[in-house]
């Protein structure tokens, strides 16, 4: 009576027996293959992070880059030309000659007065002397100049503005002993023209 009762269970306890076993078999692999699966995601989000970052870097340094290069472009228009003669073959001082014109059209137009102005022509210490001495022409002027505030002040922006390029070295002001409106005035530039 038990055997023939037990008959009609053999199939769902073999089917019980066979669940359990593929359970038992199957769980690591399902356990295994899930943590594989949540450690990919990890995985694949933190490279989505590490993207986005890099992303953000390299826009960051394109906006630089390209500030940058509005910058050179700027400042390429903001150079000024050098002095060029009108005739070529021309020496140091002749070259020189036309551009100092100028520069005295400027004193004069401002009201100052020049005591004194010492000549260098093609100074040693100069960069441009140096380096490219056979394109450039190069002389330092020392002007001792005499003159008040406001006429100076309207020089010195007008010398700023000026077409050519120069450089401006030093500008020594010392008012004068006697009249605290005038100024005793070292001023110290460097001419360029192309040869």
Known sequence: MDSEKLKDFIVPIGLIVLIIAAIGYYAPKVYENYNGYISAKTE????????????ARLEQYRKKEQEEKNKEKESEKAQKPFYKPVMSGLDTEAVIAGEFTEILQLVRANQIKVRS????????DDTFVAQAGS???????NMEMIGNYS??????????????FLDIQSAEI????????VLLINFKVKLYAKK
């Not at 010392?174 to 409106?181: A, D, E, L, Q």
């Open 44 to 55: 694949v989000q933190n490279k989505q992070n590490t993207i986005q970052e890099k992303q």
């Open 174 to 181: 010392v008012p004068y002993k006697k009249n605290k409106r």
């Open 135 to 141: 394109q450039y022409n190069v002389a330092r002027l």
């Open 117 to 124: 102005i010492k000549y260098e022509y093609e100074p040693s």
């Open 151 to 164: 006429n100076y002040d309207n020089f010195l922006k007008e010398m700023f503005k000026h077409e050519h």
